[in-house]
């Protein structure tokens, strides 16, 4: 169990549109379900790209993940570090563990890329031609992956070990990118599921805490 405040790297602010969705929010939410303290170095302007950052994020994205001399870096690895500390996050069932971490990987791997090819068409791409004519395509993509996951999450609340596990957090907050469309609630079992992960106190207390840092970097 960690007694400290674990360091981990965030934007100091990011356009409207991608407020909320920050991966940062991921470890955040990790780590308040966990119970474990954490604190926030939010970047300055062209931080990410200068060489000491660059040394713990080759990269230059969020989060880094730092922890009595251990760097992590990409959100899933984290998360799975987490997870590995606290049975909130992880059944200590080897078979039921292997099971959730199959989940997490499916997230990242399977849903995440079709969903993030229709939010990048939508929000950056939507008013031109060859965009148009790919948006189809990628979004049956997403209907096939999700017809699959609405049939399991009809079945159960969770995805895996019949509890909220780390691959809720990977999982819900892959299908918020597609909040500025209603995708999701045409699957009723999916629609549910992120509702009642999105209602748990701990998911409100990370998404909070990262607005706040947004907010105070406008004010």
């Given at each position: 169990?960690?007694?400290?405040?674990?360091p981990?790297s965030?934007?100091?602010?990011?356009?409207?549109f991608?407020?909320?969705?920050?991966?940062?929010?991921?470890?955040?939410?990790?780590l308040?379900?966990?119970?474990l303290?954490?604190?926030?170095?939010?970047?300055?302007d062209?931080?990410?790209n200068?060489?000491?950052?660059?040394?713990?994020?080759?990269?230059?994205?969020v989060p880094?993940?730092?922890?009595?001399?251990?760097v992590?870096?990409?959100s899933g690895?984290i998360?799975q570090h987490i997870?590995e500390?606290?049975?909130?996050?992880?059944?200590r069932?080897?078979?039921?563990?292997?099971r959730?971490?199959?989940?997490?990987?499916?997230?990242l791997n399977?849903v995440?890329?079709?969903?993030?090819n229709?939010t990048?068409i939508?929000?950056?791409n939507?008013d031109?031609d060859?965009?148009?004519?790919r948006r189809?395509a990628e979004?049956?993509?997403?209907e096939?992956?999700f017809?699959?996951?609405?049939?399991?999450?009809?079945?159960?609340?969770?995805?895996?070990?019949g509890?909220?596990?780390?691959?809720?957090?990977l999982?819900v907050t892959?299908?918020?990118?597609?909040?500025?469309c209603?995708?999701v609630a045409q699957?009723?079992a999916?629609d549910?599921?992120m509702k009642r992960c999105?209602?748990r106190p701990?998911?409100q207390?990370a998404?909070?805490?990262?607005?706040?840092?947004f907010a105070?970097?406008?004010?």
């Amino acid at each position: 169990m960690l007694f400290f405040e674990v360091p981990i790297s965030a934007f100091r602010w990011v356009p409207p549109f991608a407020q909320g969705l920050v991966r940062d929010l991921r470890v955040r939410w990790a780590l308040e379900e966990a119970g474990l303290p954490y604190k926030v170095r939010l970047l300055r302007d062209g931080e990410k790209n200068s060489p000491e950052y660059r040394a713990l994020q080759p990269f230059g994205q969020v989060p880094v993940y730092e922890e009595d001399g251990l760097v992590l870096f990409e959100s899933g690895a984290i998360l799975q570090h987490i997870a590995e500390k606290s049975e909130a996050l992880m059944p200590r069932d080897a078979a039921s563990r292997a099971r959730v971490i199959a989940w997490m990987y499916s997230a990242l791997n399977t849903v995440e890329p079709p969903v993030l090819n229709v939010t990048t068409i939508d929000l950056f791409n939507a008013d031109q031609d060859w965009a148009k004519m790919r948006r189809p395509a990628e979004l049956a993509k997403v209907e096939t992956r999700f017809t699959a996951l609405n049939e399991r999450l009809a079945l159960q609340d969770y995805l895996e070990a019949g509890r909220f596990t780390a691959a809720e957090i990977l999982m819900v907050t892959v299908l918020r990118n597609l909040r500025h469309c209603d995708l999701v609630a045409q699957y009723p079992a999916i629609d549910a599921y992120m509702k009642r992960c999105e209602a748990r106190p701990a998911f409100q207390r990370a998404l909070a805490a990262q607005m706040a840092d947004f907010a105070n970097e406008a004010a």
